[in-house]
């Protein structure tokens, strides 16, 4: 009935199963592993979130497939506070963190290709690869007292193979809380060139430091090094994960993958598969971008006819205010 892509045991766990009767008979139960911001206790500034929405110009289609300006401005404007330029011509909007995965998949790989993922983090990944036909290969985080968690790279160069597209960061890591090192950093910038492999980098508790550390990356928005994707949204940074807005940060324009990744004929994007609708213009979009070519001139070949992502919210991330809270989020000293 269902594609080979759908091959998971979907029947409830034991400790599902275990809350379910629990629930079923009445009894309190204290689920410390509550993780939906919504239903934690946190005071929303409702009145400007929903005023936002309301707006009439949400009412206007726009047909952007990068997301409005508007809000990409929002998003350039989130990094200038945090001290980082990023030109919003560089930002790509998405529906959520986990769909700008499923654009990257489609963006880097042919099926049964892989990407690099760390061991261990953010088990999600297995079902979003899933969907897309990649393999995911992982590497291992070792603990290592009392620096803290880093990169084994000799399990991620052995995790490579002539398939491999891309190495995954979750900087900081869910659910070890580590930021990537500076020298880890200078190392997977030469693993990357070496192997023409992308950096795909999820940032999206990047805000949930407790204290500076100068050894970390706090963001990966000014690699330049190699073809790098930053993703990031509102999620975790404003807890507001049924915004359904994410980013997409394109940088690292130079260099053999980004120009492959982009060029008509290269089987990684078929600009002539991808014409006719937004959702596969926006990804013909990030391969413009990431070809250094302007929005302008690729959208000449790539009519926009389906809707754009992230125009509402959009507005809430212009008029929106940054809310601060404690989560309890993944994020250590190191
Ligand atoms: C590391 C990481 N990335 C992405 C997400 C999901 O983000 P989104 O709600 O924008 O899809 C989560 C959610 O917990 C996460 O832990």
């Not at 992502?309 to 809270?325: K, P, Y």
Request: overall charge negative.
């Amino acid at each position: 009935m269902f594609s080979s892509r759908i091959k998971w045991d979907l029947a409830p766990n034991r400790l599902a199963r275990l809350i379910a009767e629990k629930r079923a008979r009445g009894e309190i139960i204290l689920d410390l592993t509550e993780s939906n911001p919504t239903r934690a206790g946190f005071e929303y500034p409702v009145k400007e979130i929903l005023d936002a929405l309301a707006r009439p110009d949400s009412m206007l289609y726009e047909p952007a497939s990068r997301g409005l300006m508007v809000a990409r401005e929002a998003v350039s404007r989130y990094y200038a506070e945090r001290g980082a330029a990023v030109d919003p011509d560089r930002i790509h909007l998405t529906a959520s963190t986990s769909e700008s995965y499923s654009w990257l998949f489609k963006l880097l790989t042919d099926f049964g290709q892989s990407v690099l993922i760390p061991h261990p983090s953010y088990p999600l990944f297995e079902f979003l690869a899933a969907l897309e036909g990649v393999e995911l290969r992982p590497f291992n985080l070792d603990y290592i007292h009392p620096s803290g968690w880093r990169i084994d790279f000799d399990s991620l160069e052995q995790a490579i193979d002539a398939g491999t597209r891309a190495i995954i960061l979750v900087n900081p890591n869910n659910p070890t809380g580590t930021y990537l090192k500076q020298d880890e950093l200078e190392r997977l910038n030469l693993i990357c060139a070496r192997h023409s492999l992308a950096l795909i980098v999820d940032e999206v508790f990047s805000d949930y430091a407790f204290e500076d550390d100068g050894r970390r990356v706090t963001s990966l928005v000014d690699n330049s090094e190699v073809l790098t994707f930053v993703l990031n949204g509102f999620s975790k940074v404003l807890a507001l994960p049924q915004m359904k807005l994410g980013w997409i940060v394109t940088g690292g324009t130079s260099g053999g993958r980004s120009d492959r990744a982009a060029r008509p004929d290269s089987g990684h994007v078929s600009f002539s598969r991808s014409a006719g609708s937004a959702r596969s213009s926006k990804l013909a979009g990030i391969a413009c971008r990431i070809a250094g070519s302007d929005q302008g001139s690729c959208s000449k070949e790539l009519p926009v006819t389906g809707s754009a992502s992230g125009g509402g919210s959009g507005q809430a991330a212009g008029g929106g205010r940054r809310m601060v809270c404690d989560t309890g989020s993944p994020a250590d000293s190191h």
